[in-house]
């Protein structure tokens, strides 16, 4: 079975008609989420040489046998990091990603078996538009001469909710209002109010050139440009969607509905969910419009890392990384599983913040930066994940490709198992399973708790058991005769996502502690540690990938201006992190 990812839409302009060199070892590690192998291998994934890897490799405190340093070291090649590398890259800086696992993508990864190919994380797919200021994934592959093809999809989910609400939400703005407000004819003016005030929001923010708020010229440059846009995007920066919301409308059910439009992206009700957060996607899928990548998600992470090898930096898998050097009190370097040593300028983790400061650095006391964070921020639990492939008769005709299910009681949307996300990337692009079959990804949040400490027989007994009651459920809900129409089961456990995806108990990502002040209290990429910075869904705006492209582009901005690459100005950013520093601490 060919393990590449296969038909690799990825079209890098400019490129030349020779790949770079196959990896020289087949993958060795097991099945990961539930799979035979997730990819890697040969051919279409951008991987160094040996010889390439030889070079990139330094003794310790010393220089690599090329005489060079890095201008950053990666750590991880989810899409935040592979952003923050290419951007960097594009600049002129030489880079390099380190990734524990054996091909590129993180949680946006993807893994083949039997002629299927699975999206490890989401398939749905903001900012893959051709339009305006927001499309960060088609910008960030543009960056490194990359285009993917997409297809429009002409929803964004479908959704089943408690009291027999069934909401669509279509790809034009105008049929997705129409279909809402004949469901809540006496909220029509809120309904309006509240999208509306989203729409401002969006049309700031898309006004905008998108680099790190943390950069005062850039900063000060765009409010001098765009005062309003400016202005209205500091008046909703603290504040979240459903104070908002219940501004303009008074029904119970509406507003449980827009908890749930909030919850499937931030796994939290629109009370903790941050406006600009919520007005980006609730959007996003109607401007751009919700866009899957042909030959599958995994596709994005694989033409990033061909990118970024064509740009003259590199990527190196199975490099697991332990420690962060530090010297000084300043990020110099990483230390290797190997004890290998690399060094360069800065360092960008990838990493949860957890893991960060929890095991990459191994400082006596969490800085206090951190420990706020930590005061404002919980991980939010991870997810049970179910990949079938099912014959294909089992789908009705014309059956939408994102679902999110939630059965009876509204009280379950934030429970462990309560709602169901299902998607069905396949209605999009036939060619990710054999013919006459589909792929359904269901998903459910599940927390690592539930998982641990039991023994191998138990475990697998375990994830078995809670699969099928979940399938059973959309069986009763969507597709009656599913379990019979099955012919590939995979599953995986909070377990399977803290192994694979090497995040701290398979964490979704950052989740409000209490009801937090909109988007005060996250931190941007600096961190307190000179010379180290944060990318990824524990970095401003959060979770998404969308979300954590925009943190790979303020990070590459920030370092690129702190190695001279970008104009600087050391005073005004003393003054500038300062005031944001204490900004946070009043969330
Ligand atoms: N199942 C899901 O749907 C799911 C699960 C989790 C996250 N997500 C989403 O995925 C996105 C997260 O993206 P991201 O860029 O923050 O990160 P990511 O978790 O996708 O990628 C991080 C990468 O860093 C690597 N890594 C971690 N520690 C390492 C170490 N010590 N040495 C070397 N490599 C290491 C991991 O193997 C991984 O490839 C968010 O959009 C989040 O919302 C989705
Ligand atoms: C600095 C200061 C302080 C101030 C100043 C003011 C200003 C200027 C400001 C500005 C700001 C800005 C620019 C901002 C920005 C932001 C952004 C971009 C954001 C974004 C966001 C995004 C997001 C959040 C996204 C998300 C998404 C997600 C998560 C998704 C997911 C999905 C899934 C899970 C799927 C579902 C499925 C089914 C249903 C099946």
Redesign the pocket.
């Known amino acids: 079975m060919p393990l590449l990812l296969s038909p690799l839409t990825a079209r890098c302009l400019h490129r030349s008609p020779h790949l770079p060199a196959p990896v020289a070892h087949r993958p060795s590690r097991p099945r990961p989420l539930g799979g035979e192998a997730r990819g890697g291998g040969r051919g279409r994934v951008a991987v160094v040489s040996e010889r390439q890897a030889a070079a990139v490799e330094k003794s310790p405190g010393g220089e690599g046998s090329d005489g060079e340093r890095y201008d950053a070291i990666v ?8 952003v923050a590398a290419t951007q960097l890259a594009a600049k002129g800086a030489r880079v390099l990603v ?4 054996i091909i ?6 993807y893994y083949r078996r039997d002629g299927f190919t699975f999206d ?3 398939s749905v797919m903001f900012g893959f538009s051709d339009k305006g200021n927001l499309n960060l994934i088609t910008q960030a592959l543009e960056a490194v001469g990359c285009k993917m093809e997409v297809i429009p999809d002409p929803s964004t989910v479908h959704f089943h909710l408690p009291g027999a609400l069934s909401v669509l939400v279509h790809r034009e703005y105008n049929d997705f209002i129409e279909e809402l407000v004949s469901k809540f004819p006496h909220e029509k003016e809120g309904i309006l109010k509240f999208y509306g005030t989203c729409w401002k929001i969006f049309n700031s923010l898309n006004s905008l050139e998108l680099k790190s708020l943390e950069e005062p010229l850039y900063l000060f440059g765009q409010f001098f440009k765009k005062p309003l846009e400016c202005l209205t995007l500091a008046y909703y920066l603290p504040q979240n969607a459903g104070d908002i919301a219940r501004k303009f409308i008074k029904d119970q059910q509406l507003l449980s509905f827009i908890d749930a439009e909030c919850f499937i992206v931030s796994t939290v009700n629109a009370l903790k969910t941050p406006m600009i957060n919520a007005s980006m996607v609730l959007c996003d899928r109607h401007f751009g419009g919700i866009n899957y990548p042909v030959g599958g998600v995994g596709g994005i992470a694989v033409s990033l890392a061909n990118g970024l090898v064509e740009k003259g930096s590199a990527i190196r898998y199975k ?4 420690n962060v050097i530090l010297e000084n009190g300043k990020a110099v370097g990483v230390r290797l599983s190997n004890g290998k040593e690399l060094f360069a300028r800065t360092v960008i983790s ?3 913040r957890w ?1 960060t400061f929890g ?2 650095v191994k400082a006596e006391e969490l800085p206090e930066e951190e420990k706020n964070f930590q005061k404002n921020y919980v991980k939010a639990p ?2 049970l ?1 179910i990949h079938l492939g099912v014959k294909a008769s089992v789908l009705p005709a014309g059956t939408d490709c994102h679902h999110f299910v939630l059965e009876d009681d509204w009280s379950n949307l934030e429970k462990p198992y309560g709602s169901i996300f299902l998607s069905i990337p396949t209605v999009l692009d036939p060619s990710l399973a054999p013919e006459g079959h589909h792929i359904l990804h269901i ?1 459910t949040t599940a927390g690592i708790e539930d998982w641990e400490g039991l023994p191998r027989k138990d475990y697998e007994q375990k994830k078995e058991l809670v699969a099928n009651e979940i399938i059973r459920r959309l069986e009763n809900k969507l597709f009656p005769g599913l379990q019979d129409s099955i012919v590939l089961k995979e599953v995986g456990s909070p377990k399977t ?1 803290r192994r ?4 701290n108990d ?4 950052p989740m409000p502690r209490g009801k937090p002040k909109g988007l005060l209290a996250m931190p941007f990429n600096t961190t307190s540690i000179d010379g180290l910075y944060c ?4 970095c401003f705006p959060g ?3 969308i ?2 492209a925009f ?2 582009v303020m990070c590459a901005h920030r370092v690129a201006a702190d190695i001279d690459l970008e104009q600087r100005s050391p005073i005004l950013d003393t003054g500038l992190l300062g005031v944001l520093r204490w900004l946070r601490t009043l969330a």
Do not use: C, M
């Open positions: 750590v991880g090649s989810g899409i935040g990091g592979l380190l990734e524990k696992y590129p993508g993180g949680s946006s990864g490890v994380g989401s490099a697991n990384v332990t990838n990493a949860t893991d095991k990459l991870s997810f994940s998903f996502h694979f995806l090497a995040r398979g964490t979704y990502g990318v990824g869904d524990s979770q998404g990938v979300a954590v943190s790979g």
